[in-house]
């Protein structure tokens, strides 16, 4: 068993972006799961997202869920189905490809700072 294995999932996000603290509180508001947050500044989020091999970047959101790391669109469409209510259903638009799903989710980002 993994270290983090107790801590399961987790959301890794920028703490000084005030979209990613506003869009972790979202996420506390409606889940209906447990969820473990872990600003990207972090030690213990650069030791675990390091372990996985991936660079951080600060416009990134990670989701890490049952030893696989998400990146971008795909960990935002992963958290949605920990969410009560319809954004479960928001899972679907991951039959488009990453490289259509990423940008989008860039834009929206963009657009709501």
């Known amino acids: 068993m993994s270290e983090n294995a107790a801590y399961n999932p987790i959301v890794f996000y920028d703490g000084d972006c005030g979209f990613c603290n506003s869009s972790v509180q979202f996420i506390l508001n409606k889940r209906k799961r447990d969820f473990y947050f872990l600003p990207l500044q972090s030690d213990q989020a650069k030791k675990l997202l390091n372990k996985f091999g991936a660079e951080i970047k600060m416009d990134t959101i990670y ?3 049952d030893e696989k790391l998400y990146t971008r669109s795909s960990a935002a469409l992963q958290i949605c189905k920990g969410l009560k209510g319809g ?3 928001l899972f679907g638009f991951y039959i488009l490809p990453k ?4 940008p989008f989710l860039q834009f929206c980002c963009r657009k709501t700072l």
């Open 63 to 65: 989701f890490l869920k």
């Open 87 to 89: 954004y479960p259903l």
């Open 99 to 102: 490289f259509l799903r990423d």
